[in-house]
């Protein structure tokens, strides 16, 4: 990822609504703005050039399905994203995190991270915060996603207050390496918390 950080102009408001505009380290973006998924490093259907047709500014990748496959340091012989999927725009990859959280009985939760096998192999993994920062420090995208702890609905106010040991700091160590949109948010028994910018408590 590259060691340049993300800047962002806001131009307008209207109430809690805004406008501005992103810049990155393969352009900028205005804001709010649409991004198309390119989860596997490809959007389905549609050639880079007839991405940016549309007037897409951003994509979105996921670094859990390119861990699994090509793997994430094939990615990196390409020098990252945008070598390999010829995009030359700014590039956003989500952790992974709740993927691996959707495998249902193929994952376990630990203390350290989430432990799974994959859907295409049944090989075995374990995803961590630290290893979900170094997927996407090699898959080199302009916006990380920290690492998500997805809980399930339902879950106890006990069970919302145990996340893994030093995950809070991650999300700092995150900011500190690297351009990320930090997003943290936690649901607790009738109240909602939410810390974007990489603000932890």
């Known amino acids: 990822m590259s060691e340049r950080r993300f800047n962002f102009q806001l131009h307008h408001t209207d ?7 992103l810049e990155t380290p393969h352009g900028n973006a205005r804001t709010p703005f649409f991004m198309p998924v390119a989860t596997q490093a490809t959007v389905k259907g549609l050639t880079p050039e007839e991405v940016k047709g549309v007037g897409a500014q951003v994509v979105l990748s996921n670094s859990y399905h390119l861990y699994l496959r090509p793997g994430v340091e094939t990615v990196a012989k390409f020098g990252g994203l945008h070598g390999f999927m010829g995009w030359d725009g700014p590039v956003l990859t989500d ?20 432990g799974f ?3 295409i192999d049944g090989s075995r993994h374990n995803f961590t915060p630290e290893l979900a920062t170094a997927n996407q420090e090699k898959l080199a995208p302009d916006i990380a996603m920290c690492f998500d702890q997805c809980i399930a609905y339902g879950a106890t106010e006990k069970r ?12 700092e160590t995150m900011l500190q390496r690297t351009s990320i949109i930090a997003y943290w948010r936690i649901e607790r028994a009738g109240f909602i918390r939410n810390r974007p910018g990489g603000h932890f408590p």
């Open 160 to 171: 919302y207050g145990r996340l893994w040991p030093g995950y809070p700091s991650l999300g």
């Open 15 to 21: 109430g809690s609504a805004r406008a501005g505009e």
């Open 117 to 119: 096998q994959s859907h």
């Open 95 to 114: 952790s992974g995190g709740f993927q691996a959280f959707s495998m249902g009985p193929l994952r376990k939760v630990t203390d350290d991270g989430i």
